[in-house]
T-cell receptor
Framework: KAGVTQTPRYLIKTRGQQVTLSCSPI?????VSWYQQTPGQGLQFLFE???????NKGNFPGRFSGRQFSNSRSEMNVSTLELGDSALYLC????????????FGPGTRLTVT | GENVEQHPSTLSVQEGDSAVIKCTYS??????FPWYKQELGKRPQLIID?????GEKKDQRIAVTLNKTAKHFSLHITETQPEDSAVYFC?????????????FGKGTTLSVSS
């Protein structure tokens, strides 16, 4: 099976702009979780989608949002970008959810200037 | 909020030695504890996991132990090799709203010198 893919791999944006990141899970996986990885805070949970429904959300402001499509592909959106949003954004797919084996994508490196 | 503490933050060993990384979690309802290995510039990869109804699990040179009473779990790597050099993350599951999430430790950078 093909692994988890994410696009784009690298992105440079300016403060105040918005950005959309995409994640394609492993075929058959219905759960997609998103994480923000930074050197200072490590891996932090953003939200999880299962069968097009957001099941939970981490402690991030409302500028961070997401959605999942019927083919399980997921997107996350960050509006009104801030310098502190610069990070590696990782998605992970699982057949059932974060309480089972999760497979990470390569990540999208977002730089906000 | 719920958190996972991981120690040490850095660990240097000689090839062939053992390495131990320890994590403590706060949510007594946590029941799934995975360990991920992340090499430089690569994605995290699951190396072993354990559920709360099991005290120990082994996979070749890697083992994980869980003490639910003390709320801590550990990763043990025996006969370390240079290719074991990476950042290791522990995680614990927590319940949020209608689902679960993983809370990660801050990571341990393991360096194995030959």
């Amino acid at each position: 099976k093909a692994g988890v893919t994410q696009t784009p791999r690298y992105l440079i944006k300016t403060r105040g702009q918005q950005v959309t990141l995409s994640c394609s899970p492993i075929s058959g996986h219905r759960s997609v979780s998103w994480y923000q990885q930074t050197p200072g805070q490590g891996l932090q949970f953003l939200f999880e989608y299962f069968s097009e429904t957001q099941r939970n959300k981490g402690n991030f402001p409302g500028r961070f949002s997401g959605r999942q499509f019927s083919n399980s592909r997921s997107e996350m959106n960050v509006s009104t970008l801030e310098l502190g949003d610069s990070a590696l954004y990782l998605c992970a797919s699982s057949p059932h959810g974060p309480n089972y084996e999760q497979y990470f994508g390569p990540g999208t490196r977002l730089t906000v200037t | 909020g719920e958190n996972v503490e991981q120690h040490p933050s850095t660990l240097s060993v000689q090839e062939g030695d053992s390495a131990v990384i320890k994590c403590t979690y706060s949510d007594s309802a946590s029941n799934y504890f995975p360990w991920y290995k992340q090499e430089l510039g690569k994605r995290p990869q699951l190396i072993i996991d354990i559920r709360s109804n099991v005290g120990e699990k082994k996979d070749q040179r890697i083992a994980v132990t869980l003490n639910k009473t003390a709320k801590h779990f550990s990763l043990h790597i025996t006969e370390t090799q240079p290719e074991d050099s990476a950042v290791y993350f522990c995680a614990a599951s927590i319940g949020i709203e209608a689902g679960t999430a993983l809370i990660f430790g801050k990571g341990t950078t393991l360096s194995v010198s030959s």
